[in-house]
C-alpha cells in the first residue's frame, strides 16, 4: 500500500483467498485491504495513539439517514455523554479533497451535529471546528487531544 502522510504505525494483515485483510480494532475484524481502508486505519491509529481517544468512543462505518437515504459515515468520535464529537470522512489517496468532500461531511454534520470534522485522503488532511452560530467550519491545525 501506498505510504500516507502520517505517523508510521504496526498493523495486523493476514492473506485470504488472495486478498489481503487488515484487522481494525473497532470493530474487531478482519477488513479487506483497499486504499480508502488503508486511511481509515491510520486515522483510527491516530485517534487512538497520538489523540488518545478511548477505542469505546469511537465507532467506524455505521449507517446514518440523510434527507431520507441511507449514508455511511467513516468515523465518529463520541463524547462521553453520547453527543458526537468528530466526524471523520476518508478518501483513498488518489481521491481529490475538494468542495464536493467538504459538502458531503457538512450534509452528514446536519444530521449528526458534531463540534470537529476531519477530512483527509491520507496525503493532505483537513481539520475543522464547527461554528453552528454562523452555521460554518472554521479551520485548525489539528484536532484536539481528549480531554475527559
Known sequence: MQTLNFTQFSFRFKNSENKVSIFDPIRKK???LQ???WVRQHCLQV???EKNYPKSLINVEKELRVNGLKKRYDIVVYNPDGSIHIIVECKAPNIAINQ???DQIAQ???TLNANYLMVTNGINHYYCMMDLQAERYVFLKELPNYTP
Open 30 to 32: 478482519f477488513v479487506i
Open 35 to 37: 486504499p480508502e481502508e
Open 47 to 49: 485517534l487512538m495513539l
Open 100 to 102: 464536493g468532500t467538504f
Open 108 to 110: 452528514y454534520n446536519r
